[in-house]
């Protein structure tokens, strides 16, 4: 699944691409999400949920800014949109967070690039005129 560039016709097959990636993550993995309003970060973290085996609605966590979920592995699920600080994502535990047995996905990454560790698997979703998302998974920089 690392370093591919996949297309997407529909937000069902967005979240099939989430289920397939899941099946590879492992204890303490982190998904960096990056892509515009509406690119379908949200629809891939709810993939990622059902491919852990976690039968509860994924919803965004745009004002929690983070949600947990049990599974095959716990996934903890970040949204960065609305913070303005760095210390946000801090004081919630996020470090910690990234250090347990779980998997973080983090919708916005890029805005909490400094506090992720080394060996995050970047998720650029582009939303392409004819509205086909192109998916591009690669390791972070
Ligand atoms: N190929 C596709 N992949 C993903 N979503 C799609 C696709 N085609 C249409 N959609 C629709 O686009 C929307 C994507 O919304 P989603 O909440 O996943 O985006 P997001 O990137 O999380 O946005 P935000 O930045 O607001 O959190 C959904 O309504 C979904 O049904
Ligand atoms: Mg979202």
């Not at 204890?27 to 059902?50: M, R, S």
């Not at 919630?92 to 998997?103: Q, R, V």
Request: hydrophobic share 40%.
């Amino acid at each position: 699944m690392h370093d591919r560039e996949l297309l997407s016709q529909s937000a069902e097959e967005t979240r099939r691409i989430g289920q397939a990636l899941a099946q590879q993550l492992k204890p303490g993995d982190c998904l960096v999400l990056i892509g515009n309003l509406g690119a379908g970060k949200t629809t891939l973290v709810q993939g990622l949920a059902e491919g852990l085996g976690i039968s509860e609605s994924v919803v965004s966590p745009t004002f929690t800014l983070m949600r947990e979920y049990q599974g095959r592995l716990p996934l903890y699920h970040v949204d960065a949109y609305r913070i303005k600080h760095l210390d946000e994502l801090r004081e919630i535990g996020l470090e910690d967070t990234m250090l347990a047995e779980g998997i973080v996905a983090i919708e916005w990454g890029e805005k909490a690039s400094k506090l992720l560790p080394k060996g995050c698997l970047e998720i650029a979703i582009e939303l392409l005129p004819d509205q086909r998302r192109k998916i591009r998974i690669q390791q972070c920089a």
